[in-house]
């Protein structure tokens, strides 16, 4: 039977697209398994696992049964050694082809948003970029919208739908918009690294996880890019999304911005973090991109986020408002970070800084 | 009348701003505190083709009109008023006059190489003993048996020198009687930098446009050939004349630039900072002090882009450019003065570009004809002898 | 050879952004800016152009009328010709319809042997960074998104894509589509004779009727808010959180009184 997207009824199981590179998972697999097991048990279905790969390690493809996979699909293949657009995307196709899940989802990775776009537009389906938060059941929805939200959610009609609720922020994160698939097949997102926490490693779903080893058609003359080479950079990247602590500094560095630079590092070394960096002080080239927090950088919710010159907009505030607590300095007392903050102090970063380092350290020393 | 801007216009005003803002902006203060000539910036500007903005393409200029011209110089001069005579001086006082009285042979030489801002232009009229009295000039150019011309004498504060490859050159070329009163007969010359006998010489330090390379040039026995007078002989003073009645509109755009800079300047900081407990921007007399600016500072722009219009369109300009330099040129002392006062402390330090603007606005009052020599032609115009 | 640049019109959300009282985005009252990876798109095929002068750069972008004023920038800046693709059918279009449409239009221009399709990674309205790959698989063509450099030589063109640690470089048969980052280049100015020259090149718009013989169009249903499988169940504006506590002064006392009450709480 020729497949049809618009069947919505032949489509089921949630899926989840691992992606590893060098054979090794990414973590943002894991975050979207845990997600994933959740939206699957609303619907009482199957959460499967998609590794693509060559010579994939056994191991690796059960252990996705310990974030909560029933099943994983291997499809191995030596042309799926490394990431290729038209070799991923023709498995995947014949895999979504053939068995019909009904939701997809994939890590809004570098690779994941080459990918995403390129299935769905085969598929014929919606896609939904960057997505923060997914909801199947509309009373868990409400739930969510009454915190994270200026909706009355109580005298508000919700069309009750098993549909996926699938929420994003827009127009650079100013808004929030959550958006469904209703008529297609599957119903597709990519979904920010990060956002997604992962559950606890399970042992026993671990054993209990099978595998579906998957016959791969694939051919050379299905690829039309010739990977010459994969590099890494030689500069070790700063894990912003792992920290515990990220200390950032903005545009209230443009003064003196090796300065600013090496007191934020003093101040992430005492309180056993790293530095992260606001849009501005990126895009002018003061510091790696890996720095960056916000909207188009990453998303962090640290247990201390420590913001030393940046006015807050929204950009910025879209990648840390969920920290646990927010700590900010800044010269000007009606700066927007002030309003996100847990605990502001209005002044010069250049003169506070050093003090907040000294006083930690201080406290830190009579404690030991 | 219309005021509004072409289409062309709009878009050209947007550019220059992306420019000034991204490329001339962060490099003011370095040039104003090295007294470094942006020689960078004078290439990036080539590049989008401003050294020749209102000159035709078979030229090599940009095709485009004198306000867009204008324009230019008064969106550099908002950031850096250094960057704004550089232009300026360039396009009024030398493409200018080539264009108007060189010959085809002239143009075809010189043009291209200038407004591709290959060659940058600088004009040579005042002397120690010449300013605003052009018949005090002391240089002399003399005819060789090779039908050579050989210049003799010295300028000074001549813009641009230290950068510059054309030089237009005021120089005696004869005495003559006129209404029986002997008077020095005044033409003008292309001279290049590499011309046997010319250097240039001291290099002035200056209060403002600190970045403007303003330097004295020297003439000791300079051969060029007999083809480098430009237009007639005995017309020079005319010539030059002229060539400053169109310098004029170029200097009043750049005050009229640093006035509206420096306005835009104290509107955000005055938003900024908090005194009483409340911005200062909320005090009445910021407020009052700042409206006055804003309309003194459009009637300046009325009167710069009335005498451009007027130029454009080649009707007599003289006045009006004199009116538009006089008041323009006064509005921006005047803005910058009360600007550094809103800043306060922090204007009269060097963290804020309002103490440089202060310093920038005043040559504005001086050069390419004081604000006296301003009052004269204006009073003369409207028979008050 | 041509190359074609899809570019788009987008608010700019960098600054003040206007929201409705219905919670959507308050379009007219923004500032519009073009979008600043289309812009790399368009240097990069400047820049393959000034080496190869038989290139023709062609720019196609879909949104309403006053478009015109992002394109005629573009053609200030270079490009050679332009074609805006404009009716109220098209409105209210996810990416998949957008990017049908966008097909459509490619195609009408045609994509010749060893032509490319360059676009922006993502808008930033959007932040999708779908309708580039989703118009390379409707053209039929492979596709490199994330670009950082790029070498055409002889007609070969090999580029390097970034990744979130490093980078893949990797040889692409043309015709494809490249989709563009801020690290390939530094987009240049307008100058001052391409303005002048800008409002004379060849700038075409195409509505509804001209493209719906297209296989990607057919029928308005395919087309806009009609054809977009994606639909907003709901938009909301994220809440203003409580303002926090603010310290007295910005001296060491105040550090310290921090870090006393950040220990107390046992946050460190």
Not at chain 1, 165 to 172: E, S
Not at chain 1, 230 to 248: E, M, N, Q, R, T
Not at chain 2, 105 to 121: F, I, T
Request: contains cysteine; charged residues 25%.
């Amino acid at each position: 039977m020729a497949f049809n997207s618009k069947d919505t009824a032949a489509f089921k199981g949630v899926w989840v697209f691992c992606e590893q590179r060098d054979g090794v998972i990414l973590g943002t697999g894991y975050q979207l398994l845990s997600e994933g097991r959740k939206l699957a048990d609303d619907l009482g279905v199957e959460l499967c696992g998609v590794l693509l790969g060559s010579g994939v390690n056994e191991q690796f493809a059960k252990a996705l049964g310990g974030y909560g996979a029933d099943k994983v699909y291997v499809c191995d293949h030596p042309l799926l050694k490394d990431y290729t657009t038209d070799a991923y995307t023709k498995v995947l196709c014949d895999l979504v082809h053939e068995y019909k899940p009904e939701i997809f989802l994939i890590g809004a990775t570098n690779i994941g948003r080459d990918l995403g776009p390129r299935v769905a537009a085969r598929l014929h389906t919606g896609l939904t970029a960057d997505c923060t938060h997914l909801d199947i059941d509309v009373e868990k929805y409400k739930a969510f919208l009454k915190t994270t939200s200026t909706i009355d959610v109580d005298n508000t009609k919700f069309e009750d739908t098993k549909n996926l609720k699938m929420t994003r922020p827009a127009f650079g994160g100013h808004l929030m918009a959550t958006i469904v698939c209703p008529d297609y097949r599957p119903q597709m997102s990519t979904v920010r690294p990060g956002v997604m926490q992962t559950a606890p490693y399970n042992e026993e779903t671990a054993a209990r996880t099978q595998l579906v080893k998957v016959d791969v058609q694939l051919s050379e003359s299905d690829i039309h890019v010739d990977l010459i080479e994969i590099k890494k950079s030689a500069k070790k990247l700063v894990d912003l999304i792992g920290a515990d602590v990220v200390v950032s500094v903005g545009r209230g560095i443009s003064k003196d911005p090796k300065r600013g630079i090496e007191i934020a590092e003093e101040l992430a070394n005492v309180l056993g973090g790293v530095v992260g960096a606001s849009r501005a002080v990126v895009d002018a080239g003061l510091i790696g991109q890996d720095h960056q927090v916000g909207q188009t950088g990453k998303t962090v919710h640290p247990k201390i986020y420590v913001a030393l010159g940046i006015s807050g907009a929204i950009q910025h505030l879209a990648g840390m408002q969920d920290s646990e607590v927010i700590i900010a300095v800044n010269k000007n007392g009606s700066a927007p970070i002030f309003d996100a903050a847990t605990y502001g102090i209005v002044g010069d970063l250049f003169k506070v800084g050093p003090m907040l380092t000294e006083a930690i350290a201080k406290y830190k020393a009579a404690k030991a | 009348m219309d005021f509004k801007l072409t289409k062309e216009q709009e878009m050209l005003r947007k550019m220059y701003q992306e420019f000034a803002e991204n490329e001339v902006k962060p490099l003011a203060a370095d040039v104003d505190e090295e007294e470094r000539f942006p020689a960078e910036t004078v290439k990036k500007m080539a590049k989008l083709g401003m050294m020749g903005i209102y000159f035709p393409k078979e030229y090599g200029g940009a095709g485009a009109d004198y306000l867009s011209y204008v324009m230019a110089v008064e969106e550099m001069s908002k950031v850096c008023a250094t960057t704004g005579v550089v232009l300026s001086a360039h396009t009024s006082l030398c493409c200018n006059p080539i264009f108007d009285y060189g010959t085809e042979e002239q143009k075809k030489k010189y043009l291209p190489k200038l407004c591709s801002g290959e060659w940058l232009g600088a004009f040579g009229l005042t002397e120690p003993g010449a300013g605003t009295d052009a018949q005090g000039v002391q240089t002399t150019a003399v005819k060789n048996e090779n039908g050579d011309w050989v210049l003799n004498g010295s300028k000074i504060f001549i813009t641009n020198a230290g950068y510059a490859n054309v030089f237009i050159i005021i120089a005696i070329t004869g005495i003559v009687e006129k209404r029986g009163r002997k008077q020095k007969e005044l033409s003008a010359f292309i001279v290049e930098r590499t011309d046997k006998g010319f250097s240039v010489g001291k290099h002035e330090k200056k209060m403002g446009i600190r970045g403007s390379s303003t330097c004295e040039l020297i003439f000791e026995d300079c051969v060029i050939p007999g083809d480098r007078m430009l237009g007639k002989q005995g017309k020079g003073f005319n010539e030059a004349m002229a060539t400053l009645d169109g310098g004029r509109i170029g200097i009043a755009s750049q005050a009229l630039g640093i006035a509206e800079g420096a306005i835009d300047e104290t509107i955000a900081y005055t938003k900024e900072r908090v005194q009483f407990g409340r911005r200062i921007s909320q005090q009445q007399n910021t407020q009052f002090q700042l409206a006055d600016m804003y309309a003194r500072t459009q009637a300046a722009k009325l009167l710069v882009y009335s005498a451009a219009m007027k130029k454009q369109n080649h009707e007599p300009f003289g006045v009006d450019a004199a009116m538009a330099k006089l008041v323009a040129a006064e509005t921006a002392s005047d803005v910058t003065r009360r600007c550094v006062q809103l800043f306060g402390g922090y204007g009269y330090t060097r963290d804020y570009p309002i103490e440089r603007m202060m310093r920038d606005a005043k040559i504005t009052e001086i050069y390419e004809g004081t604000s006296e020599v301003q009052r004269m032609v204006i009073s003369g115009a409207i028979g008050v002898k | 050879m041509k190359i074609i640049v899809c570019v788009k019109q987008v608010p700019d959300t960098s600054g003040v952004v206007a929201v409705k009282e219905d919670g959507t985005m308050d379009r007219a009252a923004m500032a519009t800016i073009s979008n600043p990876d289309d812009m790399n798109a368009l240097e990069a095929a400047l820049q393959i152009k000034e080496t190869n002068p038989d290139v023709k750069v062609v720019l196609v972008s879909m949104g309403p009328p006053p478009t015109e004023s992002m394109l005629r920038e573009c053609l200030a800046r270079g490009a050679d010709e332009a074609y805006l693709v404009s009716a109220r059918e098209f409105g209210g279009a996810d990416t998949w319809a957008t990017s049908s449409t966008l097909t459509a239009a490619i195609e009408k221009i045609g994509v010749g042997e060893g032509d490319i399709v360059m676009c922006g990674r993502q808008a930033i309205d959007g932040d999708t960074a779908q309708v580039g790959p989703q118009i390379a698989e409707k053209l039929g063509l492979p596709q490199v998104t994330y670009v950082t450099a790029i070498d055409y030589k002889d007609g070969k063109l090999t580029v390097r894509r970034a990744l979130e640690d490093g980078y893949m470089t990797i040889a692409v048969e043309t015709p494809c589509v490249l989709t563009c980052i801020k690290e390939l280049n530094n987009p240049r100015y307008m100058s001052v004779s391409g303005i002048m020259e800008c409002y004379s090149k060849p700038y075409t718009v195409w509505d509804f009727e001209a493209l719906k013989e297209s296989k990607w169009i057919s029928a308005v249903e395919n087309v806009g808010l009609k054809g977009s499988p994606t639909q907003v169940y709901k938009s909301f504006s994220p809440p203003v959180k409580g303002k926090g506590t603010m310290m007295e002064g910005a001296d060491k006392a105040a550090c310290e009184q921090l870090v006393s009450i950040l220990g107390e709480k046992h946050i460190i």
